[in-house]
């Protein structure tokens, strides 16, 4: 669907986009990552045709977003960060002049505008202007029109920023309703939300790609050595006893509880599941397990060592994945 080559954006001696390369494949929800300044706003404008690119080639669907704009751009729906609303009109005067704008054919517009306002649950403020609406209803409306023209791809940047909790929720709803028949690139502070929507995470650091790969394999690949936790209601003698016999444990650290329980952390050889063994080792001993747990690096955890400075080069999956 998108391939991005050798991208790279200057503003005089900055370099905020650095011989970037990525592919986007149709159908899932990609989600691009990226401390403030990383690029990720200027590769997305980039993408869409609202900067153009010191050096490098953005093809969509084949098509050339500089030297053939219009027919790339007719593949793009694009939320920039502060949507682009004309807030003396109403919503429907909005989405109308906005079908206008994409060329939809005029016997279209009205179904195509009652479908967007449907799937963004416009409806009831269909006739209000666009000023006097919330923060929630502004977005839904920038969404609205992103999505008129139905193009095969969406880009969304930050469409969940300044909404309250109930609002983050719907929007995040919305997106997987789009994801069944769009590909959808959606760009977030919030790794939370990234973690639970998106299919594919790329993470961007002084415009460079550090990371590309699921939310799955990430935490995998970067966890590195495995550690599990147990908690015990039991004296730290009887648990190191029990532990002692596993051969494939490396390392263990033991916290007290003030519930007059013991937790281990235990680092395990290699990428060894231990989980059983422990299980059966304690239940041998008669020894229940309160807890028994496999410790993975948060998305968080992975976000921060990725985007540190000296970091970027520690894991790197480039295009093999895409």
């Known amino acids: 669907m998108i391939e991005v080559k050798n991208l790279t954006k200057r503003y005089g001696r900055h370099l905020a986009v650095d011989h970037l390369n990525f592919t986007v494949k149709k159908g899932q929800i990609y989600g691009f990552l990226g401390p403030n300044g990383a690029g990720k706003s200027t590769t997305m404008n980039i993408m869409t045709g609202y900067l153009g690119a010191t050096e490098g080639q953005v093809l969509i669907n084949g098509h050339d977003i500089l030297k053939e704009p219009e027919e790339a751009k007719r593949c793009i729906g694009y939320l920039p960060e502060m949507p682009p609303l004309?807030?003396?009109?109403?919503?429907?005067?909005?989405?109308?002049?906005?079908?206008?704008?994409?060329?939809?054919?005029?016997?279209e517009r009205e179904a195509q505008i009652g479908a967007v306002m449907k799937l963004t649950k416009l409806q009831p403020v269909k006739d209000r202007l666009i000023n006097n609406l919330s923060k929630g209803y502004k977005q839904r409306v920038g969404l609205a029109q992103a999505i008129l023209g139905f193009p095969e791809i969406i880009i969304l940047d930050e469409p969940t920023v300044g909404l309250d909790p109930k609002q983050i929720i719907e929007?995040?709803?919305?997106?997987?309703?789009?994801?069944?028949?769009h590909t959808v690139i959606l760009s977030s502070h919030i790794l939370a939300e990234v973690r639970e929507v998106c299919d594919y995470i790329l993470i961007i650091a002084n415009g460079h790609l550090v990371a590309s790969d699921t939310p799955e394999n990430l935490e995998n690949l970067m966890s590195g050595t495995n550690h599990v936790e147990i908690e015990a209601k039991e004296t730290e003698e009887a648990v190191k006893r029990i532990l002692n016999k596993i051969p494939e444990i490396r390392k263990i650290k033991y916290k007290k509880t003030d519930h007059q329980t013991l937790i281990a952390e235990i680092e395990v050889k290699g990428q060894i599941d231990i989980r059983e063994k422990l299980f059966f080792a304690f239940a041998g001993e008669k020894l229940p397990l309160l807890t028994l747990k496999l410790n993975k690096s948060s998305l968080e955890e992975i976000f921060l060592e990725l985007t540190q400075e000296g970091n970027s080069s520690k894991f790197k999956k480039g295009d093999k994945r895409q």
């Open 171 to 181: 929007i995040r709803e919305l997106i997987r309703k789009l994801a069944k028949n």
């Open 86 to 107: 004309y807030t003396e009109m109403t919503v429907m005067e909005y989405l109308r002049f906005a079908a206008e704008l994409k060329k939809i054919p005029k016997k």
